[in-house]
Antibody, heavy 116, light 106 residues
Framework: QGQLVESGGGVVQPGRSLRLSCTASGFNFPSYGIHWVRQAPGKGLEWVAVISYDGSHQFYADFVKGRFIGSRDNSKHTAYLEMSSLRSDDTALYFC?????????WGQGTVVTVSS | SYELTQPSSVSVFPGQTANITCSGDLLTKKYARWVQQKPGQAPLLLIYKDTERPAGIPERFSGSTSGTTVTLTISGAQTDDEADYYCSSPPDNSLVFGGGTRLTVL
């Protein structure tokens, strides 16, 4: 059974950086674009970014453009989200997610708290 | 940019049918997916390609589509179905979620 596992969350001060990781197992990771989706406390799901299957293209929500960078290493079955210039409104549970047809995978998420 | 609109809440009694709608122009171009999220859990896929149900999802969950609206129907709702439900659809190079619907089974 395929799964995704996020790591790298934590408490960080405003303006600082953090790198999230998403490691896949049990499915053909290099075939999937990887999305990052976040959920602020008590709020809904919000798309953040997508990294294409080979890492050659990345697209971002307007609210993270210029601050977040997505990448992946298919040899390690791992995707990354480098977050910089973090703000208090970036506080959320961050999921990595991928899907194609009936196949869909979500991690359990990693919590990012931006606070002084 | 695209938007998907869902009612913020829906309430039904056990055994009744719950209908959760999701509307947006995007849905005339792209398929919708529905996920269920319970507190502290990752989302779970219920419906893909507007109407298809993955193996292992109970038959009481079904999807339908009409124009710019897709609908998740829960026939014979159970107390265990209390959760948040989100529609989503992938315009080119991104993913759009509806605001989510909190289903209460009274």
């Amino acid at each position: 059974q395929g799964q995704l596992v996020e790591s790298g969350g934590g408490v960080v001060q405003p303006g600082r950086s953090l790198r999230l990781s998403c490691t896949a197992s049990g499915f053909n990771f290099p075939s999937y674009g990887i999305h990052w989706v976040r959920q602020a406390p008590g709020k809904g799901l919000e798309w953040v970014a997508v990294i294409s299957y080979d890492g050659s293209h990345q697209f971002y929500a307007d609210f993270v453009k210029g601050r977040f960078i997505g990448s992946r290493d298919n040899s390690k079955h791992t995707a990354y989200l480098e977050m910089s210039s973090l703000r208090s409104d970036d506080t959320a549970l961050y999921f990595c997610h991928c899907f194609r047809g009936v196949a869909e995978y979500w991690g359990q998420g990693t919590v990012v708290t931006v606070s002084s | 940019s695209y938007e998907l609109t869902q009612p913020s809440s829906v309430s039904v009694f056990p055994g009744q049918t719950a209908n959760i709608t999701c509307s947006g122009d995007l849905l005339t171009k792209k398929y919708a997916r529905w996920v269920q999220q319970k507190p502290g859990q990752a989302p779970l896929l219920l419906i893909y390609k507007d109407t298809e149900r993955p193996a292992g999802i109970p038959e009481r969950f079904s999807g339908s589509t009409s124009g710019t609206t897709v609908t998740l129907t829960i026939s014979g709702a159970q107390t265990d179905d209390e959760a948040d439900y989100y529609c989503s659809s992938p315009p080119d190079n991104s993913l759009v979620f509806g605001g989510g619907t909190r289903l209460t089974v009274l």
